[in-house]
């Protein structure tokens, strides 16, 4: 919205708990809004990149995914998930 996006062009997930349901709910989202996805942009964490490409791969076989994430070296992510350094 910062960036000049409207309100109404944004549609939010808010129930999942985990990567699967995430992926579930949002094609839920996408339904009720009358959008078929044909390509996904997966942004995640750079650990969590892979495993949500293959639940993705998984749960919504029938789309195009580019995944990404951010380039982020051992100690930005140890602090990004409040892990103790050595």
Known sequence: MELGVPDDAILVEPRA??????IEFTKEV??????????VLLVSKPYEERRSYAMMRKFWPTVDIVSASSPMGLEEYADAVGMLRW
Do not use: Y
Not at 17 to 22: A, D, H, W
């Open 30 to 39: 996408l339904a009720s809004a009358g959008i078929e996805a044909s390509s």
């Open 17 to 22: 708990t985990n990567t699967g349901e995430n």
